[in-house]
């Protein structure tokens, strides 16, 4: 298995708070990824990052902010989070993009009340 | 626009039955579609990549096969432990490192 960690693994938190998620590889690959999964509408790319301080938007990014100050740790921070965020965010990794494969974490399951 | 769609959305199957689940996409120009499973609570895991029309590739009870319209997984004789969700993807176009997700095919396979 690629190594890959989320954390934290599940989060409750309210409307208005700051969050922040960490994905973490040992794999010392250059592409960084987050995904939002939900039902009826399948993964979906929030921000990606090809290389420090490299990023990029994905599909869904309005409401997410990402940081990526070393290879190995790639954070998703909603500044000020939202019921429309509850879902379940993955983080994904690949060596050289483009149609490399993409690897996935464990996940996080974040409710927002 | 990118789309890929994936059918039935569920599909239920005894076990030892064989059947396969279908992936279709609009982005022209292919340049490689993924077949990933994901089991509840879980990642999803990846199963294989096929490049161009024509390639197969195997891995057990699983075979994919590309057309240039679309994708199948066959799952021959299946088991009760390859009941899962099978995803889909393909890139954007235009040397993107963006994948475009279908909704999956949640199979259930019954002893």
């Known amino acids: 298995d690629a190594g890959i960690t989320q954390s934290p693994r599940h989060k409750v938190t309210e409307t208005g708070t700051p969050v922040t998620l960490r994905c973490h590889q040992t794999?010392?690959?250059?592409?960084m990824y987050w995904y939002r999964q939900d039902p009826g509408h399948g993964l979906r790319l929030i921000h990606y990052?090809?290389?420090?301080?490299?990023?990029d938007k994905g599909e869904v990014s309005d409401g997410y902010s990402v940081s990526r100050s070393k290879t190995e740790d790639f954070l998703l921070t909603l500044e000020s989070a939202t019921s429309s965020q509850t879902s379940v965010y993955f983080c994904a990794i690949s060596d050289r993009g483009d149609t490399d494969t993409q690897y996935f974490g464990p996940g996080t399951r974040l409710t927002v009340l | 626009e990118d789309q890929v769609t994936q059918s039935p959305e569920a599909l239920r199957l005894q076990e030892g039955e064989s059947s396969s689940l279908n992936c279709s996409y609009t982005?022209?120009?292919?340049?490689?579609l993924f077949w990933y499973r994901q089991d509840p609570g879980k990642g999803p895991e990846f199963l294989f990549t096929l490049y161009s029309a024509g390639e197969e590739k195997e891995k057990e009870r699983l075979k994919a096969t590309l057309t240039k319209k679309e994708s199948f997984l066959h799952i021959t004789a299946p088991k009760p432990e390859d009941s899962a969700t099978y995803l889909c993807?393909?890139?954007?176009?235009?040397?993107?490192?963006?994948?475009?997700f279908g909704k999956g095919t949640k199979l259930t396979v019954n002893p």
């Open positions: 993807a393909v890139p954007l176009k235009g040397g993107s490192e963006k994948l475009v």
């Open positions: 794999e010392n690959h250059r592409y």
């Open positions: 990052s090809y290389g420090v301080k490299d990023t």
């Open positions: 982005v022209s120009g292919l340049r490689g």
